[in-house]
């Protein structure tokens, strides 16, 4: 016979299938009910992060906080081990009732190991070991400058060109334009090309900067 849910319990239920499908296998969703902590789990979402089914108790570390009274403050982001060495981002959010009194907590326990693992091998592969070494400016091609000078302004957008709006794209050109950038042969073709627009457009844009000068 199932035990029965606080009718608060129950509005969390989807949410918590609603934060495991978003972030996937890697990301455990438990709701918790407090009137019986060694069987707590109302329901729990990719439970093999941390081995636990519905049968299980609570963690060792939000055991020891409602034990000791410690359900005043959510904690966000705190970072433990699984039983296999599996490491582990956590937060763990309580839920109370309409009298203010806690009852439960929602818990996320994210297991981060693969991304540890990617952020050592890309840390490894960007470290150049020695000082970079400077271009000879005074021999690079014509083309080279023209690629160095649109995008550095496109870098002082901030933004990749798939996500440029059509403000940012005129801001952009209307800077070349100040820099003289369209006197270099094949220029408004090349601006075009790297903004993902047509030539035509790029005349637009020209014109449009040009009549407010």
Known sequence: MAKPVHPIMKRYIPIVKGISGTFGSNCEVVLHDFSDLNHSIVTIENGEVTGRDSNSSMTDHSLQQVKAGNTQKDTINYSGKGSDGRTIKSTTMFIRDDEDKVIGCLCINFDVTEFAIAKRALSELLDFGGEPVKADKSSKKINDVLSEVV???????????????????????????GQGVFLIKGAIDYVADILCVSRYTIYNYLDETREDK
């Open 151 to 177: 995008q550095t302004k496109i870098d002082e957008i901030g933004k990749p060109v798939a996500y440029l709006n059509k403000d940012e794209k005129v801001k952009i050109v209307n800077q070349l334009d």
